[in-house]
């Protein structure tokens, strides 16, 4: 896109990355309106930048760090975003049952937050975005290898976490 990208080359990439960047802000952040909201605002900002995109990594993973600025500058404008879905009360699960799952999303969360990078980053592109180790590895420069690596002990420092949390209260 380089160089003076069309407005058909832009629908093709909203078309071909739409469903990738949905689902990882879904994932992300727990909620419909959310990802909705998060995925338009990404192909907005994308489209207002594309003609500076360098092409240092893929397309889908400039979207998806897009997604995610977006989403942690929500996050900080609106402290309390419960990952609840609008039609949750109708759902075949009880309303108890979807506030506990809500609880321990939001506990693991921040106990993601709490970790340093690269490790949070490479566990949220493993989770949320749900890249091959190779892709993440290509993503820091590095291999196959660091990245199963690296995201293995990003999962541990989580679990240490909730762990210290459990037994705090």
């Known amino acids: 896109m ?3 990208g069309t407005v058909t080359d832009f629908e093709k990439i909203y078309s071909e990355y739409f ?4 689902s990882y802000i879904l994932r992300l952040s727990g909620n419909r309106q959310t990802a909705e909201d998060i995925t ?3 192909f907005f900002k994308a489209m207002k930048a594309i003609d500076g995109f360098r092409g240092d990594c893929e397309i889908r993973v400039w979207l998806c760090q897009i997604a995610k600025n977006c989403y942690y500058s929500q996050i900080k404008k609106q402290k309390d975003i419960l990952p609840l ?3 949750s009360a109708l759902s ?3 309303l108890e049952e979807k506030l506990i799952k ?3 999303a939001e506990r693991i969360r921040n106990a993601l937050h709490k970790i340093n990078e690269p490790y949070r980053e490479v566990f949220m592109w493993r989770v949320f975005a749900e890249m091959s180790f190779k892709q993440i590895g290509s993503i820091f420069s590095k291999n196959e290898n660091w990245a199963c690596v690296t995201y293995h002990r990003a999962r ?3 679990l240490d976490k909730l762990e210290e949390n459990d037994n705090e209260k």
């Open 92 to 94: 075949e699960e009880g």
């Open 19 to 22: 469903d990738s960047v949905y």
């Open 40 to 42: 338009s605002e990404t």
């Open 156 to 158: 541990k420092m989580i």
């Open 2 to 4: 380089k160089g003076g």
């Open 85 to 87: 879905n609008e039609d």
């Open 102 to 104: 809500a609880d321990e």
